[in-house]
């Protein structure tokens, strides 16, 4: 007899999949332990470039189905050769992507189908702090908004925007994040390369 | 008789240009406030695509030299199909990115030659806060570490570090940042296309 395999399939996300990892995590919290990381390798001036090949999650490293590469640059305005999105671009996508996703699964979790999202985010900073001109101006965003265009059912925007508000990226910037910085002397030349069993910072 | 330009360049980065932008925004203060701004769109699941066409500074909307994109996704572990980074890796990226250049320039600016700049950065993140299992887990990052090996002149890298920290996107996340959501429903379909002279969120 065939066997017959049922998925569960809302807003294009596998419910299944995702039951199983969260009940697992319900069952040993230390699955849920993630800790993610990047390598990024200065080009030349306003360039540099991050790969990202693995992250540690479920008490294991996890390995990408390929390395992904990302560069930032910045607009000839500051310098730059305007090669790729400037760092603070950067951050709006992390931020748009990271609230997209979060609405989009807890919607399929709790069976709310979407058909479109769309979004448009935009922050505010002013360049005097960044350039050390005043130091009365914050060097970051000072507001960002972000403006959802959704698809679905018009009774469900305010239950979608409680959804969104799960996002790791968002909660990091309005509860803000510890960064620590080490700077350290390195001595010879090695290229950046894939590499497992990476020691803690 | 032929035309001599000198352009005084160090870490690739042309000083004058750079010198330019700050006494223009130092008399003219509102030149230096900007807007950045992308647009984002759901593909299907965990898969979503930015892009970033231009950016509202020195009193403008300036045009990036392209039309740049940026696609997030997520692991199997959490039901995606590992096609991009996921926004909390794009998230690192933008940190790294910003505090690797903001390191550059103003290195640049003081005369202090780097000859490479390279960096691991790592972020405790527990999904148990995502995942909606535990209201007591923080659903963003906890705690972000980042190691530089920079190769430059040993006695630089407490200088060095005081100069990455100029960086905005550090700024944003230590300091927590001011995001304001909207979610409207969409009546009708229609692409994400290049645009010009947007309005305000």
């Known amino acids: 007899m065939a066997e017959q395999q049922i998925i569960n399939k809302v807003n294009g996300i596998d419910l299944g999949v995702l039951q199983s990892t969260v009940s697992a995590i319900q069952q040993e919290p230390d699955l ?54 400037n760092p603070v671009e950067h951050l709006l996508n992390s931020l748009a992507a990271c609230l997209t996703t979060s609405l989009v699964a807890h919607a399929a979790v709790r069976g709310i189908q979407l058909d479109e999202v769309e979004s448009e985010i935009e922050g505010d900073l002013d360049l005097r702090g960044f350039l050390g001109i005043s130091k009365d101006v914050p060097k970051g965003y000072t507001d960002i908004r972000i403006k ?11 239950k979608l925007k409680s959804l969104a508000e799960f996002s790791p990226v968002y909660n990091s910037l309005i509860n803000g994040t510890k960064v620590d910085i080490q700077i350290e002397p390195k001595q010879q030349s090695r290229d950046v390369g894939v590499y497992k069993n990476r020691p803690r910072l």
């Open 148 to 158: 959802f265009k959704v698809k679905s059912d018009e009774n469900n925007m305010e």
């Open 32 to 85: 849920g332990k993630c800790r993610f990381h990047v390598r990024n390798k200065w080009i030349e001036g306003n360039h540099n470039r991050t790969t990202i090949s693995s992250f540690y999650g479920a008490k294991q490293e996890n390995e990408h189905k390929q390395v992904f590469e990302l560069n930032a640059d910045e607009p000839p305005v500051l310098a730059g050769e305007d090669q790729a999105p």
